[in-house]
């Protein structure tokens, strides 16, 4: 069983998405299962430096109230802290995460994609470090068993940049335009974040 998933490290739903998915998994019991993650920049844009706070960016481009983003923030916060992950978007400043993806792919030669994954998310997310940096991304992928010298010769280079640029056309050949979202053997089974229930029967129904 081949899986994909789309996600973006800016994206607080997918790192809950990723944890559900993870246990979800792990409830196949004897199906073999590869996760193949796909890389979906929610906003290429977005510069290296980090500028405006989450909530800041959401109220200007969305309309929302500050209320409503304290609201929104806190619902997050605690479907992670279900899900055993410590989200805080209060003061989190989205960047560009290009670099991050390459890095993303990087790993998935030596199989460490998953945990790269968990890192670039635990860096973000939780200890609101700036993943667009250089010298954030090469401790962050040391953390996750990447070799320092190949991660900085990755970092000074170009390499993997076609990558997730195929990933990105992949995904609108598929018809993906949000993330997390989830295929199996080529099929999309989920768009957004299901429960771990659901998330299984899923992948269950499709292998």
Known sequence: MKIEIWSDIMCPWCYIGKAR??????????????????????RPDQPRTPGTTLGEMMREKLGLQPGETVELFEKIRILGEAEGLDIRLTGVRPVNS???QRLVHLAAEDGLSHRMKSELFRT??????NVADHEVLLRTATAAGLDADRVTEVLATDAYGEDVREDERLAVRRGVTGVPTIFVDG?????????VDQLHQALVEAG
Do not use: C, H, I, N
């Open 21 to 42: 998915l993870d246990k979800a998994v792990a409830r196949l019991e004897d199906r073999e299962a590869q996760v193949v993650w796909r890389s979906l920049e929610l």
């Open 98 to 100: 290009f670099d991050a």
């Open 124 to 129: 973000y997310l939780t200890e609101q470090q």
């Open 187 to 195: 099929v999309r089974v989920t768009t957004g974040v299901p429960s």
